[in-house]
Nanobody
Framework: QVQLVESGGGLVQTGGSLKLSCGVS????????MGWYRQVPGQQRELVAS???????NYAVSVKDRFTISRDNVKNMAYLQMNSLKPEDTAVYYC??????????????????WGQGTQVTVSS
């Protein structure tokens, strides 16, 4: 069974840094765009950053120049380096593997996968 396991969340002061990690089991990592999302209670989950299999990155305006997404295609890991953290970055962060339109040999589509979430709290 394919799993995404996140780690690295925690409590940090304003201006501090954290690095989130996401380990992916299974072959989906080889063709999935990896993304980090975050969600605050009562609000929709929002995309923070994504990285394609070719290394093309995309960032939310609110985190651009502060966060860096990366992936290690040998270790099947995705990372989110978060610097200059602000209280408004406080949220549960989720790792996502988006396989696009890739299909299994029997024709079924691969489904996007989500991690369990990790809490990031930035104190003022």
């Amino acid at each position: 069974q394919v799993q995404l396991v996140e780690s690295g969340g925690g409590l940090v002061q304003t201006g501090g840094s954290l690095k989130l990690s996401c380990g992916v089991s299974g072959s989906i990592f080889t063709f999935a765009t990896m993304g980090w999302y975050r969600q605050v209670p009562g609000q929709q989950r929002e995309l923070v950053a994504s990285i394609s299999t070719f290394g093309i990155t995309n960032y939310a305006v609110s985190v651009k120049d502060r966060f860096t997404i990366s992936r290690d295609n040998v270790k099947n890991m995705a990372y989110l380096q978060m610097n200059s953290l602000k209280p408004e970055d406080t949220a549960v962060y989720y790792c996502n593997a988006d396989p696009g339109r890739r299909r299994y040999s029997d024709g079924r589509y691969y489904q996007p996968l989500w991690g369990q979430g990790t809490q990031v709290t930035v104190s003022s």
